[in-house]
């Protein structure tokens, strides 16, 4: 059992029987008065939104999910379907994926989380690899401070390619390096 201020986004907890992951804690008070925690939080099972207050000292069951390494396979409308290495299937939701649906690529690798021996969602690898779909040319003179453009990145599905912001001299056919966490652009990988 954790107290809630011990309590991170990204943590799995189980409130009311039901876990829970903390998506954004915003915390209120004084020590003198006492802190307090408004937590967001979704169901993994059924995907609902919560929102709640908790005070420092409420105590949690912290949730500690089995992760096991797959690959994607396919997308089966509107499940995803990933493979472990004894051909195993698994089929997620497209809600419970988050950003990595930007980024998923036929026979890419990453890790399903289960929880009670159901497959619930995948972690990417932090950084991954992607080639620019499309990204306007530069602008002639558009040179001072740090000036960004949109680039599309390929995956395999077209509708749910994800535009991140690059520097101007990222062109449409360049292979680049993404931080999967941050959605940012890290790097030009040059052959």
Not at 51 to 68: H, I, S
Not at 92 to 105: F, P, Q, V
Request: glycine share 4%.
């Amino acid at each position: 059992m954790k107290p809630a201020k011990e309590i991170r986004v990204g943590n799995i907890i189980m409130v009311d029987s039901k876990p829970m992951i903390v998506l954004r804690s915003d915390v209120n008070g004084s020590s003198r008065t006492g802190f307090t925690y408004k937590w967001k939080m979704k169901n993994l099972l059924t995907n609902s939104p919560m929102e709640n207050v908790f005070r420092g000292d409420d105590k949690f069951d912290v949730v500690v999910l089995d992760k096991k390494p797959v690959t994607y396979s396919y997308f089966a409308d509107p499940l995803f379907v990933f493979m472990d290495e004894e051909y195993n299937q698994y089929e997620i939701e497209e809600e419970n994926l988050g950003d990595a649906l930007h980024y998923l690529k036929d026979g890419m690798e990453c890790e399903a989380v289960f929880y009670d021996g159901k497959a619930i969602s995948v972690e990417l690898p932090t950084t991954i690899q992607r080639v620019v779909a499309y990204a306007e040319p530069a602008v002639k003179g558009n040179t001072s401070g740090n000036v960004l453009k949109e680039a599309k990145l390929e995956n395999a599905i077209e509708a749910n390619r994800h535009t991140i912001s690059v520097p101007l001299f990222v062109s449409q056919d360049d292979t680049i390096e993404v931080d999967t966490r941050t959605n940012e652009y890290k790097r030009v990988i040059r052959n």
